[in-house]
């Protein structure tokens, strides 16, 4: 009989398990917005990279990982850099499994929400869409053709998708007062092995605005394109940088990505 507590055979079955995702199909699509729009949403101790305010997304299909059931996951980033390590901020990661998404919060501290995510490769073209409260958010349309868009350069798509992913993880006090754990920066590493499939392509997003997601701040300045890989991926242990170091009281208005804004 299966029960809610476990032994500590059990638990220390789990120990060293890697968080693989085998097969991984995805759609990474970047452009380069305003550099103040960057400044404005990252927090410190995270720097803007100077002259590259790129952003980066991403629309994935994983039929089989180390962990739970198959599942379709997207993600909003931003490039930054702390310490001279350029890495991506996390700022959105819609989902459609509930332990993947528990995972990606309560151990890292990713701002995972529930969602609709829509994902097909057909043809020569693939297409993504992403939803939630009723809102089509985010869409892509991409045709991989072997090429980005017009004046567009690979260096550019590679520098946005880096490996390394920048996050702040943090607990708030049940009695509304502030934190009950003190934001900590996250640095985790992606490890990209066995590409089976590795395509540019030129793209198009579509963003429309919403309370709870605003991925349409992200304003399109100049489209680089997207790259559509098959891989297994890997995720790194993560490195806890700057704990007890970060300003609660600074970091609050940054503290929001992870719940819907249901204002009066």
Not at 132 to 155: C, Q, Y
Request: aromatic share 10%; charged share 20%.
């Amino acid at each position: 009989m299966y029960s809610f507590t476990k032994t500590m055979d059990q638990v220390m079955s789990l120990q060293g398990n890697k968080t693989i995702f085998y097969g991984a199909e995805m759609l990474n699509t970047v452009w380069e917005t305003k550099p103040e729009i960057i400044a404005k949403l990252l927090p410190a101790p995270l720097k803007p990279v100077a002259n590259k305010p790129l952003v980066s997304t991403f629309v994935a299909n994983y039929p089989k990982t180390s962990f739970c059931p198959p599942y379709k996951e997207a993600g909003l980033f931003i490039l930054a850099e702390c310490d001279g390590v350029v890495g991506r901020y996390c700022l959105s990661m819609p989902i459609t499994d509930g332990m993947a998404m528990s995972m990606g919060r309560e151990v890292c501290g990713l701002p995972k929400k529930m969602a609709n995510i829509e994902f097909e490769v057909k043809d020569g073209k693939a297409e993504g869409k992403i939803s939630r409260n009723g809102i089509e958010f985010f869409s892509v349309s991409a045709d991989i053709s072997g090429k980005l868009n017009e004046n567009a350069t690979v260096e550019e798509l590679n520098e946005a998708i880096n490996p390394f992913m920048y996050n702040i993880t943090y607990a708030k006090s049940a009695d509304g007062c502030g934190f009950l754990l003190s934001p900590t920066l996250i640095r985790q590493e992606l490890a990209v092995d066995d590409i089976m499939e590795n395509k540019l392509a030129s793209a198009s997003v579509t963003m429309t605005d919403s309370p709870h997601d605003p991925w349409a701040e992200l304003e399109v300045v100049r489209m680089i394109g997207s790259q559509y890989i098959v891989s297994t991926n890997t995720l790194q242990p993560g490195e806890n940088l700057y704990f007890n170091k970060i300003d609660p009281m600074k970091f609050v208005p940054y503290s929001f990505l992870k719940w819907d804004w249901w204002s009066k």
